[in-house]
T-cell receptor
Framework: QKEVEQNSGPLSVPEGAIASLNCTYS??????FFWYRQYSGKSPELIMS????GDKEDGRFTAQLNKASQYVSLLIRDSQPSDSATYLC????????FGQGTELSVKP | SAVISQKPSRDICQRGTSLTIQCQVD?????MFWYRQQPGQSLTLIAT?????????ESGFVIDKFPISRPNLTFSTLTVSNMSPEDSSIYLC????????????FGQGTRLTVV
């Protein structure tokens, strides 16, 4: 069974710090990887997609992919209280498989 | 991304009854997806709805419990039948991205409570 694993958290960081969110996956054939942000009571919102090994930066967000290690991460620089949410890792392998999410809390 | 309208946004239902959730998209899409998010859990795919054919259900989900309609390329419904408290969840419809079909975009969800 294909699996996507995340630390459930909660992960607490001070405002302005770097938040690091991690995800591992079991299907070596996966080619597409996504990070979603879900605020409490809201639906998931796509914030990053990554398809190739290495880093992909978009504003304060950097996604990192290492297919050999079956590992994908999300770094949030200069974390803000508005970043407080649950972050879901999703891996495409025929269908989207979601991790259980990591709750991030950014303290002012 | 497409604009996805889902309704109702929430409902409280009696056990044994059924609820139909509607999902409307502002552009034509080949596939629409229905997910369930149980309290404190991640998203689980229920089924894929293709226009003009029967929906494809994931393991653990059956048509009798979750019948799906897909009458055209912009609309789908999911019915939760013969509800029990275990069906209390958020139900989400999703469509692929306009530029990348691997990406998924979600409606605002339906928060269902069964009492």
């Amino acid at each position: 069974q294909k699996e996507v694993e995340q630390n459930s958290g909660p992960l607490s960081v001070p405002e302005g710090a770097i938040a690091s969110l991690n995800c591992t996956y079991s299907d070596r054939g996966s080619q597409s990887f996504f990070w979603y942000r879900q605020y409490s009571g809201k639906s998931p919102e796509l914030i990053m997609s990554i398809y190739s090994n290495g880093d992909k930066e978009d504003g304060r967000f950097t996604a990192q992919l290492n297919k050999a290690s079956q590992y994908v991460s999300l770094l949030i620089r200069d974390s803000q209280p508005s970043d407080s949410a649950t972050y879901l890792c999703a891996v495409e392998g025929g269908k989207l498989i979601f991790g259980q999410g990591t709750e991030l809390s950014v303290k002012p | 991304s497409a604009v996805i309208s889902q309704k109702p946004s929430r409902d409280i239902c009696q056990r044994g009854t059924s609820l139909t959730i509607q999902c409307q998209v502002d552009s034509q899409v080949t596939m629409m997806f229905w997910y369930r998010q149980q309290p404190g859990q991640s998203l689980t795919l229920i089924a894929t709805a293709n226009q003009g054919s029967e929906a494809t259900y994931e393991s653990g989900f059956v048509i009798d419990k979750f019948p799906i309609s897909r009458p055209n390329l912009t609309f789908s419904t999911l019915t939760v039948s013969n509800m029990s408290p275990e069906d209390s969840s958020i139900y989400l419809c999703s469509v692929p991205g306009l530029t990348s079909s691997n990406e998924a975009f979600f409606g605002q969800g339906t928060r269902l409570t069964v009492v």
